[in-house]
Each structure stands twice: as structure tokens, then as C-alpha cells.
């Protein structure tokens, strides 16, 4: 769980942290790569929703370069499939997530990221 | 070209029986022709109902998904008595001459509301001997079946439910239906495969099988799409979504409800169970009025069931009193059901992608509720499709279902509404609309009884039945909100 397309759509959302506040940083993160069936128009479909570098970033924290730095124009099958795995194979199960912004940390247990906030977080 | 199909409907959640079959039409893209201008003047209180479309297999089609459809034919004839029906199917010739010759074949024969003695089943499938079938008759691998079903109305309608005297006779006959089986309905058994009590994790809060299924089908769930539920619990409807297909979100402001006990999440070893565990794209622990969504217009579907405040409280980050001085972790305080509702209407506009739909529950006080209930919800280019009724007596649910017809960007709500009150009323001139479901845990707890209500002691529910029902849906109440489950770790 935590999966990096989930890491790509969670910011620092804590009081007044409202710039710099993502991607969250990756650490002390355990991974575990689990399959999953490759459905080509999710991936397709899914590509306007993410930041791109901040997925290839993540990605190559995690030891899988097979995204270019850049977002390519001509979108092909072989492009998709890694893609896919990016997205929704790599699975974080423990670590934390940091912003880089104001540092909060939330922890991921078990798959499970604790993005509550504290009072004094919350406007 | 449009043929007439006969379907038999499961006699329960008659209201949700149209909306489920317009959905499920609209995800395959089939024409229905009910044969009325307004589908509200429809009787749902009826199991059977003739209607057109274009083909054989979209029929299949529905009978697949629909949870509500028992089974669909050919329709070939119908009648108020026999001697119509008869006549009716010598006119409809044209549709069952080809199975004359050689086709082999064997009867059901069928009643609503009655059983037929069997000496008088064997009496109506002779009486269509003039159709001369020359075919065998083979019980067990017939390549037709036809069906004929009797309908019976209650006399006594207060009656529902009970077991009616021997003696009483069958009630009113009000009609023959005969046609051909295409398919039973093959969704109706998915109540049992997510069956509650079959499941390897589950709460105090669980939604029931054929509900969340209903649900399921009200969002369009199928491969590819992207569902999310802001308050998954136990995440009931995540398996039946995601089983049609769909890829699931969920999040809950108490972790404890997704886990469980042990290392493995308790919502993934259900979804193990239904082979979907894969399905479930994540889960997160946040108060969805402080969510961490970095954008919107991210989802196909936003499906949940809200907190109403009687058996699970809602609950939002942020302190009932200034000061506290409990060991920390982040206070929560009670978050009122009228302004949960606009709020998550909000919320959704900003979620969703244009058309996507959110489907979610409202408890409302029946005598209370009224239209404008519903419609205070919305906001601009949020627009309802389907209101059903699940109804426990003086209480029930609404299954409400809005779709966003706006393509325009709209920013993420603000999660401030005001829920609307007495003293706000007093201070406009014209006074402000309150919603029956305003403060339904206050009103639930008093029994609904009004202030100047004659009957010191109402119950909270109004008929066995009804409170049969709702003790289902609200398990043992007690007022205090404690999570039963089960470790502590958040």
C-alpha cells in the first residue's frame, strides 16, 4: 500500500503550508512490489492528473528509472506498462512521508499513511 | 428493431428498482421504453413489468448486474384472465412459431403473492396445447423454458408480511404473464457471495450486502473508473465497487476501523477474500474537512455511507472545549449531519470528474421530510438522479445519488457551513428551511417525538417491521459514540 500514484496526489495540507508542500519525502521507506492487472486506459487516462517529476523522482528513490525525465508526446504501449508498474505496483508499506515545506512527518504503518494533523496544524 | 421483455423484479427496495435499472442502462448504454412519460407514475409495488429494448442481449446485460432483477423473458403474452392471455398468445404467433417444430422444452409455472397447487399447474400448461410444440419435453437440459406467472393481489395490504390464514384463499387475481426465459438474474446471487456474516473482517457498521450492492451499481462501477469513500469504515462498499471493476480510495478519520486487529489491514483481508484486494488503491487515515488531496476532479465516484451520529458518531478534527489535558493525540468534536451533507455535496463537485456521481446515504425523519430536503443539498451543477427510500417506519434512508453536469473548475470547499437553526431562522425575515435530517442523532435519541407531541412515550420506531429493520441498521444503540474496535494504534 501507499502506492506512488497515492504519493502523487497527497500534499502537506497542514495550516499555512500552502507552497513547497509537495511531493513529500520519501524516508526510511520499506517497499514491497505486488502485481497488478494492467489496465492501459486507467494508465492512459490517468496521465493529466500527475506531476510528473515529482513521480519520476520518487520512482528513482525507489531504484526504478524506467520513466524518462520528461513526459514523452507519442504515449506507447511499452511507455504504459512501465507506467502501470510505477504507479500501482511499487507499494510502500512502512516509513514516513516529510514535507519539505514545514516537516510534518506522517508515518506510514502498515500500508496505511497517518495524514491526520494535530489542533494547532488545522486553520 | 424494439421487442417487449418481461421482468420479474425481487420484492424488495421497490424504490430502488428504477433508478438501479436506469443506472446500469446508462452504463451500457441501452434504451429502455418503460411505455410511460414519467417514470414516478410507474407501480414498483408489482414484481413483474414489460419493457422494451433493442435487443436480446442488452436484457442479458441488465439481468446480469441488476441486484434487483429475479429473471428476464421474452415477452409473449399477458392477460387479466386466462382466456386473454390465451388469445394474446394465439395473436403473438409470429413470436414462438419457430420453437414449434423441433425445439425441446419445459414449463414453470409461477405465482406472486400465492402458490399454485400442483394438480392445477399441470392444468394450465395443458391448456396451451393449441401452440401443438412439437418438441420433447425434457425436464432437465430443455433448450426453452416458458414461464407463466400468475399475479395476486393482498386483499388485506396491512397484512404484509404475516402469514395469511389457510382458509383466507389467494387474494384478488389481477394478471397472467407468459414468455420465454432469457436469463435469471445472475447478480441476485452476489447477495450471498458478500453475505456480512461470510466476511473474514467487519464492524459494527457494515453495510448489508444487497445494499451495498445497489450502491455499487448506482455509481457505474466498472474497470478503469476511480472510486473514493471519505468515510470507508469498514469499507463495505469498497468490495462490491471494486468487484464490478472499479479501483478504490478510501480514507476514515479513525484508522482503527481500516485495520483491525493485526498486521494486515482487516478491509484487505476482506477484499482478499472477494479477490479484489488489489482493487483497493490505498487507504488513509484523515478527516476528509482537512484532506490532503493535492487536486480535484480525480474520481469517477464518490460512494459512502456518512456517520449519523447514532451508532458511529461523526467526527471532525478540532476541540469540543479549549482545554484538555488528555495524553495527546488530535482532539475531534461532533460534526453535525445537515452540514455534513452540503458539505460533502461540496466536496464532491470539487472531487469528481464532470459526470461522475456521488452516491451516499441520509437518514431523514419520515414524517418530517420533504423534497426541498434534498434539493437544499446541492449546489450549482450538482444535479439529483435518484432518491430511494429504504424506510424503517418513523425513520429511514435516503439513497441519494447527484451527478455533476459542470464541467466548470471549482475550488475545494471550505467545509464551514453553518448548519441551519432555529436562532438563524429568527434573524431573516423569511424563515430559513430546516431539513429533517438536521440533528437526526438529537432527534433519534428523544424517540422523534415532537415538543408538544400528545404521546409521552413514542418509540423511535413506528411498526414491528420497521423496527425490526432499523435495529439491523442501528445495531444495540447506546448514546455513547465508543469505537469498538479493537487495537489502538491510529
Not at chain 2, 128 to 136: I, Q, S, V
Request: net charge negative; glycine share 6%; proline share 6%.
Amino acid at each position: 500500500m501507499v502506492r506512488l500514484i497515492t504519493h502523487n496526489l497527497l500534499a502537506c495540507h497542514a495550516k499555512g503550508c500552502t507552497s513547497n508542500n509537495f511531493p513529500l519525502k520519501l524516508q526510511d521507506v520499506a517497499i514491497e512490489v505486488r502485481e497488478a492487472e494492467f489496465n492501459p486506459d486507467f494508465v492512459r487516462g490517468f496521465l493529466p492528473r500527475l506531476e510528473w517529476k515529482a513521480l519520476v523522482q520518487a520512482a528513482r528513490e525507489l531504484g526504478d528509472t524506467s520513466l524518462p525525465e520528461e513526459m514523452p508526446e507519442m504515449v506507447d504501449d511499452g511507455f504504459l506498462k512501465n507506467l502501470h508498474h510505477v504507479l500501482l505496483e511499487i507499494h510502500i508499506d512502512e516509513g514516513a512521508m516529510i514535507c519539505p515545506n514545514c516537516g510534518h512527518t506522517y508515518p506510514i504503518s502498515n500500508g496505511i499513511p497517518n495524514m491526520l494533523l494535530a489542533e494547532h496544524e488545522i486553520g | 428493431m424494439t421487442s417487449q421483455y418481461l421482468f420479474v423484479f425481487a420484492q424488495a427496495h421497490a424504490e430502488f428498482r428504477i433508478p438501479e435499472l436506469l443506472s446500469i442502462a446508462e452504463l451500457y448504454s441501452i434504451s429502455i421504453q418503460f411505455g410511460v412519460e414519467d417514470l414516478s407514475k410507474l407501480d414498483v409495488s408489482r414484481p413483474f413489468m414489460v419493457l422494451g429494448l433493442d435487443s436480446e442481449e442488452d436484457a442479458r446485460k441488465l439481468a446480469r448486474r441488476c441486484i434487483l432483477i429475479k429473471s428476464v423473458h421474452d415477452f409473449w403474452a399477458s392477460g387479466s384472465t386466462y382466456e386473454e392471455l390465451h388469445d394474446c398468445t394465439r395473436r403473438n404467433q409470429h413470436l414462438w412459431q419457430k420453437y414449434v417444430k423441433d425445439t425441446s422444452f419445459k414449463f414453470r409455472v409461477d405465482a406472486h403473492n400465492h402458490s399454485i397447487p400442483q394438480r392445477r399447474q399441470r392444468d394450465v400448461m395443458e391448456s396451451f396445447d393449441y401452440m401443438n410444440f412439437l418438441g420433447e419435453i425434457n425436464m432437465k437440459a430443455a433448450e426453452i423454458e416458458l414461464c407463466v406467472y400468475e399475479e395476486c393481489m393482498y386483499t388485506y395490504p396491512d397484512k404484509h408480511g404475516t402469514t395469511r390464514h389457510k382458509l383466507e384463499g389467494d387474494g384478488q387475481f389481477i394478471a397472467v404473464y407468459f414468455g420465454k426465459l432469457i436469463e435469471e438474474g445472475t447478480a441476485r446471487p452476489l447477495l450471498t457471495k458478500f453475505d456480512v456474516k461470510k466476511r473474514s473482517y467487519f464492524g459494527n457498521t457494515s453495510m448489508e450486502a444487497e445494499i451495498s450492492l445497489l450502491m455499487a451499481n448506482q455509481t457505474l462501477a466498472s474497470p478503469g473508473k476511480l472510486v473514493y469513500d471519505p468515510f470507508i469504515g469498514t469499507g463495505s462498499m469498497a468490495y462490491t465497487t471494486a468487484y464490478f471493476g472499479a479501483y478504490v480510495y478510501g480514507s476514515d478519520i479513525d484508522g482503527r476501523q481500516m485495520r483491525g486487529k493485526g498486521s494486515t489491514p482487516g478491509i484487505l483481508r476482506a477484499a482478499s477474500q472477494y479477490g479484489v484486494a488489489e482493487r483497493i488503491m490505498d487507504l488513509c487515515t484523515f478527516d476528509v474537512t482537512r484532506n490532503p488531496w493535492r487536486c480535484g476532479e480525480m474520481f469517477d465516484a464518490i460512494i459512502t455511507d456518512p456517520p449519523y451520529g447514532v451508532r458511529a458518531g461523526a467526527k471532525r478534527l478540532g476541540r469540543k472545549k479549549p482545554f484538555d489535558d488528555q495524553p495527546y493525540i488530535p482532539p475531534t468534536k461532533p460534526y453535525e449531519l445537515s452540514a455534513l451533507a452540503v458539505d460533502l455535496v461540496c466536496l464532491a463537485r470539487y472531487m469528481l470528474k464532470p459526470g461522475g456521481r456521488l452516491v451516499f446515504f441520509l437518514p431523514t425523519v419520515n414524517e418530517d421530510y420533504a423534497e426541498i430536503d434534498i434539493h437544499s443539498l446541492l449546489c450549482d451543477g450538482m444535479e439529483i438522479v435518484a432518491n430511494s427510500l429504504q424506510d424503517f417506519g418513523s425513520w429511514g434512508r435516503r439513497l441519494i445519488t447527484v451527478k455533476k453536469t459542470t464541467a466548470e473548475k471549482f475550488p475545494p470547499p471550505t467545509f464551514d457551513t453553518v448548519p441551519a437553526s432555529a436562532d438563524a431562522t429568527a434573524a431573516f425575515d423569511t424563515p430559513q428551511h430546516i431539513p429533517a435530517h438536521k440533528d437526526f442523532r438529537e432527534k433519534y435519541f428523544q424517540g422523534f417525538k415532537k415538543e408538544d407531541a400528545d404521546k409521552p412515550e413514542a418509540s423511535p420506531v413506528g411498526n414491528v417491521a420497521g423496527s425490526l429493520a432499523a435495529l439491523r441498521i442501528l445495531g444495540d444503540v447506546t448514546p455513547n459514540e465508543q469505537t469498538t474496535v479493537l487495537d489502538r494504534s491510529l
